[in-house]
């Protein structure tokens, strides 16, 4: 059975499951559906359609499905979806998509820290964490395992890569491979404890590395790169993974700050 404070404003039509509990002054609209054990903490806004997964927790103040802060919307009808088991703490904001049904995606198991915003159109990967005070413009990707720390602010269209690793108050403007860590807004070479933590095998940290090396820290112009790592690295899922990461850049990459070699 779900407890419900009777100062909480839930619109008919919401959609709430079993076992969940609502704060006081927390608002759900109409359009809302929540799963099963879900909390949803005091003043917590919860509008558009927005659908919120079984197990996640919701804190303080924040602000869920809103419209986004784009000039070209005009009321499409757009969504947002937050994953099962995630964590959004005090005052985070997640805006909905812009054009007709377009969506905002926070995958499973993410932990969004205190103050982040999440801009319209935003693909967040299972396994996430963002921490305090990170912007994020619309239409940011981010990969699987990744781990954002606090006050990083991500241009609008940038990827950020599976298991990459951003220092504190990073400003990111291009594409983060995965694999990679970025600190003094510059690749500085692997995520080492990240990918040891993911129980990744010597050889394959070892390709990883060299990929990053090569791709970023070499000075290789991207389809060079790409053609050094397919041509000398050994053909594993990580490595293919990481090309088909080059391939799909429409930022360009992020690298070291080291200059460019001749070709």
């Known amino acids: 059975m779900s407890n419900i404070d009777s100062r909480a404003a839930i619109e008919e039509g919401a959609i709430i499951g079993k076992d969940v509990t609502v704060s006081p002054f927390a608002f759900i609209g109409k359009n809302v559906k929540i799963g099963d054990g879900c909390f949803i903490g005091p003043h917590v806004v919860l509008t558009g359609n927005t659908t919120i997964g079984k197990g996640t927790k919701i804190h303080c103040g924040a602000n869920i499905g809103d419209e986004p802060q784009d000039v070209h919307y005009n009321g499409q009808n757009s969504f947002t979806e937050i994953g099962e088991n995630c964590i959004i703490r005090e005052y985070v904001t997640i805006h909905r998509g812009v054009e007709e049904d377009s969506c905002t995606r926070v995958g499973n198991n993410v932990m969004l820290m205190a103050f982040v915003h999440l801009g319209h159109n935003c693909q967040i990967a299972d396994e996430v964490i963002i921490a305090n005070a990170s912007l994020l413009a619309g239409r940011v990707e981010v990969g699987r395992h990744a781990f954002?720390?606090?006050?990083?602010?991500?241009?609008?269209?940038c990827r950020i890569g599976a298991l990459a690793m951003i220092g504190g108050g990073m400003k990111i403007t291009q594409d983060v491979p995965p694999f990679s860590i970025v600190q003094d807004n510059a690749i500085q070479g692997i995520n080492a404890v990240g990918l040891r933590r993911a129980n990744w095998n010597a050889e394959t940290i070892l390709a990883i590395k060299n990929a990053i090396k090569i791709a970023c820290l070499e000075g290789y112009s991207r389809p060079n790169a790409i053609e050094k790592i397919k041509n000398e690295l050994p053909d594993l899922p990580e490595v293919r993974a990481f090309v088909e990461f080059l391939q799909g850049?429409?930022?360009?990459?992020?690298?070291?700050?080291?200059?460019?070699?001749?070709?």
């Open 148 to 157: 954002l720390s606090g006050m990083t602010m991500v241009h609008q269209f």
């Open 249 to 263: 850049t429409k930022r360009g990459l992020l690298t070291g700050n080291l200059p460019v070699v001749s070709d």
